[in-house]
């Protein structure tokens, strides 16, 4: 509808002007005059009529619109024009702003987004130990705690659990999660279908009534098909079974960011199931994560304060007489941290990485924007002729200055959209990374109003950066110069202040990045490559939960036996063990352990670990001095332990440990003391990062009801072992889960997930950082040839050598350098002291790194310049002068 | 060139109450065309006042859309279609008001002027 009548209005108001034209020069030629006489006569009188229909129409109002969309089709029309240029700076854009959506979205799903949850800024979280510590609380605290405080509304725990559904077809894994009564009402989170759990569904040993459950909408649709008919079905769940009463809202995924439980149980049905060793009742058992709502008025300094008057007698009533940490007794370690975000463990892991990506990712886009900005000035500028009639016709200045606007709008919006699509990849690239294999992680990185309004921002600030400044200084156009000028001149005119600096600040970044991403690889590589003490290659960990099996004890046992044995026979397998603590894995054991024999120091803090028979030759840890354990470790025989060199050589310094003994101080251990049986080379436990920490092992079949142990095996070929696994557990534990097993490789690249994720990452970005400032200096270079062919014509005509031209040219990138690198230097340097702690057995002033980085910046300046210059030099001094 | 757009758009701003009030005292003669506005207010002023077209037209516009004057497309005189613009009601009241307004200000300025004679 605005289009026609603007035509018709556009129409109107020219056919009014011409009007008045004509009845002016018809009054004139009425004086006498003659027609053409009068015609110019009152084209005079009235000047310039373009001019006086811009200020007419200006008087329209929402003539904007209008003009957006002409400016939005001639802008079009002009990138059309030059499709190199077009796809040049599309690649780029959707490059630097899809990285940066991707990496904003990871921060946003782990750090920043609130819980979908009503007034999620009430919500905190409330942990055990000394502030800075994340331990959860156990069953018997949170139930003290509760009775005492009155800064909540009411508090709830929750426990993520890897559950095992039972059903018709079979057993598999599935995501659970066991919640207090309170939990959803605390939360006030109202049912998808159905209802919710409330403080009914979980009253503990409340005998056996039919117990609740809610699953996830995600569950409901994929496993029930969405059928409302789900309501009220039985669900197998660990053994036990519950009842489907309602489905959670889609958007809430329970209160750890990171994990999304299918179903969601009371405590009570874990009580159902263990009776009084449940969980839920041991004093030990700290896997209840605590939240709390404040109470309406009640701020979280004062819940604070609340929560520390009675954290003490919380506490005592809580945690068993003999309990080692007095310290937290006596300072009532209970702290609160806020809760709008739930919990992020991933987030607490990553937190640092993604905030030094995002920050990479930012200099990145400085980056793509200066180059962009170069590219827009560098173009323009060869367009100034047109700018300069299109001035002449009557444009005013401001009209100039929104085409070049709506052309880097058009350009960088369709960047931005292209972005978001690539960001879903990125983002894709960046979980595979953080994704440990043994456990799935959930992460809600759809794009949203956040990422969106991220991604908006950085636009229009693109915009700004490459669009307005680059024309607010192109459009001092002096016209009559230019016009009697012509575009060719001999000597061009001194290039723009702009472009001039924006071609060092690029040099800056780039060295910067190209010189975190060398810091990063390298630090990555080492670690890679540092001896973690066993082998990599071939080995295969397996878990296995025979939890629900019928045998116990020695009967147990002997399902292991027959595991281990079905295990080495199989063909491809050259061997197997068995191992508790993966190393490198997300757990470890410990405790403390002192020698009986010797007047060495009295107790240490040891790692321990639970391994079966010739686990270290299956490992490839050298036993340097004794034997392994062997089958006739079992229990009733003498305690056997071995020592690593570590662990031996503190506590038997300067003596072979063989034949000592140690004693555990823990309490309730049956293994008091026992006898070093060998000493075994340093293996990494927890992380390849920290030297490899003094540890014990203990042989399994030593240890009765000892749960938490696993397979190893040694193959040339992972899937012979896992087929091994498999038909091994089909005959021996049918109906056992089976848990994806992880090679050790994989196992050692999780352990590095975030120097991996970092190092690849910064290699990637530092990559197109130079990329994208090599095609700046190119373009640059470029034309500042082909503007200057003719000076340089006349040059070669009065005599200059090649080498002389290939000065000429390089000179200006020699200067470029000489600006950018110092400058680049001194932001590493500055850099450093926040990199220094991600980086591992290189030194974040390492000036090897600085000159490698140089050089290969320098190098790929070199290239981008010397093609141009090589054209410089090639100018044939007769079509050169010939245009002037 | 853009010397010469700053200076059309001092007149603009210089002029613009004056300017809207010449055309509506203008038209309350009778619907008039651009053209015909221009020059009566030429005539009228004897020959003092030029009204630039760069000003005229966008008065035109605006008091157009503030619908103070209507317009009509009509054969002028001389056997030309020419956009006529008229008073409409509101123009009326609006003339009124620009007029006191206009006499109590060259009242003002004739008694800071010339302050003896008040």
Redesign the interface.
């Known amino acids: 509808m605005i289009f026609w009548r603007r035509k018709t209005r556009e129409a109107?108001?020219d056919?009014?002007?011409r009007?008045?034209l004509?009845?002016?020069a018809?009054?004139r030629i009425e004086r006498g005059a003659d027609r053409k006489e009068a015609e110019r006569a009152a084209r005079r009188e009235?000047?310039?009529v373009g001019?006086?229909k811009e200020?007419?129409r200006?008087?329209?109002?929402r003539r904007w619109l209008g003009d957006l969309l002409d400016d939005a089709r001639y802008g079009l029309r002009m990138l059309g024009k030059t499709p190199g240029f077009t796809a040049v700076a599309m690649l780029t854009l959707a490059l630097g702003i899809g990285s940066n959506t991707a990496v904003f979205s990871l921060i946003d799903a782990l750090l920043l987004r609130s819980l979908a949850v009503p007034a999620p800024g009430e919500l905190v979280q409330i942990f055990f130990g000394p502030p800075g510590t994340k331990d959860p609380l156990s069953g018997p605290m949170f139930d003290r705690l509760r009775e005492r405080q009155s800064a909540f509304t009411d508090l709830l725990a929750w426990m993520n659990a890897p559950m095992v559904l039972t059903e018709k077809g079979g057993a598999r894994p599935i995501t659970g999660a066991y919640a207090t009564g309170s939990a959803f009402p605390a939360l006030k989170l109202k049912a998808r279908l159905g209802r919710l759990l409330s403080w009914h569904d979980d009253q503990p040993g409340s005998g056996s009534n039919e117990i609740a459950a809610v699953i996830s909408e995600a569950f409901w649709l994929d496993h029930f098909g969405g059928d409302p008919g789900v309501l009220g079905q039985p669900i197998t769940v660990d053994g036990g079974v519950a009842t489907i009463v309602g489905v959670m809202p889609s958007s809430f995924n329970g209160i750890t960011v990171d994990y999304a439980p299918q179903v969601v149980l009371p405590f009570a049905f874990d009580v159902a199931l263990h009776g009084e060793s449940s969980c839920r009742f041991r004093a030990t058992c700290t896997w209840f994560h605590t939240m709390g709502r404040l109470k309406p008025g009640v701020s979280f300094a004062q819940a604070q304060a609340n929560l520390a008057t009675i954290a003490g007698d919380v506490l005592k009533d809580s945690l068993p007489s003999n309990y080692q940490r007095v310290d937290y007794l006596r300072n009532g370690m209970l702290w609160l941290t806020p809760g709008r975000t739930g919990n992020s463990p991933l987030g607490e892991i990553y937190g640092r990485e993604l905030w030094t990506l995002q920050a990479l990712v930012g200099l990145l886009m400085i980056i793509c924007c200066a180059n962009l900005a170069s590219l827009e000035l560098s173009r323009t500028l060869d367009r100034q002729h047109e700018l300069v009639v299109r001035?002449?016709l009557g444009a005013?200045?401001l009209r100039l200055v929104r085409q070049l606007v709506a052309e880097s709008a058009i350009l960088t919006f369709s960047g931005a959209a292209a972005g978001i699509v690539l960001s879903q990849w990125i983002s894709a690239l960046l979980v595979s990374y953080i994704e440990q294999s043994d456990f799935p992680v959930f992460l809600d990185l759809r794009p949203n109003a956040a990422t969106f309004a991220v991604t908006i921002a950085i636009a229009t600030l693109t915009v700004i950066l490459t669009g307005v400044l680059p024309a607010l200084h192109l459009t001092r156009v002096h016209?009559?110069e230019m016009l009697r000028s012509g575009a060719q001149r001999t000597v061009a005119r001194k290039r723009h202040p702009l472009a001039a600096s924006l071609l060092p600040v690029q040099v800056a970044l780039s060295l910067l990045l190209a010189s975190l991403a060398l810091l990063f690889a390298i630090s990555t590589g080492k670690l890679l490559h540092v001896d973690p003490g066993f082998r990599v290659k071939g080995i295969t960990l397996f878990a296995v939960d025979f939890e629900r099996r019928p045998e116990k004890g020695e009967a147990r046992l002997d399902l292991y036996r027959t595991m281990l044995a079905a295990l080495r026979h199989a063909p491809g397998v050259e061997a197997a063990s068995m191992i508790a603590a993966r190393p490198l894995g997300e757990g470890g054991m410990d405790e403390s352990a002192g020698p009986v024999e010797g007047n060495g120091p009295e107790t240490k803090h040891l790692f321990e670990n639970v391994v079966g028979p010739e686990y270290f030759a299956t490992a490839g840890t050298k036993v340097l001095a004794g034997r392994e354990f062997s089958e006739f470790d079992r229990f009733g025989r003498t305690p056997v332990c071995i020592l690593n060199q570590a662990a031996a050589s503190f506590f038997f310094p300067r003596q072979s440990a063989l034949g000592k003994h140690v004693r555990s101080t823990e309490p309730n251990t049956a293994r008091d003391t026992c006898e070093v049986v060998a000493v075994v080379a340093d293996a990494k436990y927890l992380s390849l990062r920290e030297p490899a920490p003094p540890t014990i092992y203990y042989s399994y079949e030593q240890l009765p009801n000892f749960e938490w142990i696993g397979f190893i095996t040694r193959s040339h070929d992972t899937s012979a072992a896992v087929a091994a696994f498999k038909n091994g557990l089909r005959r021996v534990a049918p109906d056992t889960p089976l848990l994806p097993p992880i090679t050790m490789q994989r196992q050692l690249e999780d352990s590095i997930g975030k120097e991996r994720l970092t190092a690849a990452l910064s290699l990637f970005f530092g990559g197109l950082g130079l990329l994208l400032t090599s095609i700046g200096l190119y373009g640059l270079q470029n034309q500042r040839v082909a503007r200057r062919t003719a000076e340089i014509g006349l040059r070669i005509a009065l005599g200059a050598q090649p080498k002389d031209m290939l000065w000429f040219i390089l000179r200006e990138a020699a200067v470029v350098f000489a600006i950018g690198v110092p400058i680049g230097l001194a932001l590493i340097f500055a850099a450093s002291h926040f990199i220094g702690v991600e980086l591992y057995q290189i030194s974040p002033r390492d000036p090897r790194i600085y000159c490698a980085a140089v050089m290969t910046l320098l190098s790929a300046g070199f290239l981008a310049s010397s093609i141009p210059a090589r054209r410089a030099t090639n100018v044939d001094p007769m079509v050169a002068l010939r245009y002037e | 060139?853009?010397e010469?757009?700053e200076r059309?758009?001092n007149r603009?701003e210089l002029l613009q109450g004056t300017l809207d009030l010449l055309i509506l005292q203008t038209l309350q003669w009778g619907p008039q065309?651009?053209?015909?506005i221009s020059?009566a207010i030429r005539n009228r002023s004897g020959e003092i006042l030029q009204v630039?077209?760069?000003s005229l037209?966008?008065a035109?516009?605006?008091l157009e859309?503030q619908k103070w004057i209507k317009p009509e497309w009509k054969v002028?005189e001389?056997k030309?279609?020419?956009?006529y613009y008229q008073l409409t009601a509101a123009g009326k009241k609006q003339l009124s008001r620009e007029r006191s307004k206009w006499s109590q200000l060259s009242d003002a300025m004739a008694g800071v002027l010339n302050p003896g004679q008040m």
């Open positions: 109107e108001l056919e009014e002007l009007s008045h004509s009845m002016d018809q009054t009235f000047g310039n001019l006086v200020v007419t200006d008087e329209w109002g001035s002449a005013g200045r016209t009559e | 060139m853009p010469k757009k059309y758009q603009i065309h651009g053209y015909g020059v630039d077209t760069g037209y966008p035109l516009h605006r859309k002028s001389n030309q279609r020419a956009k």
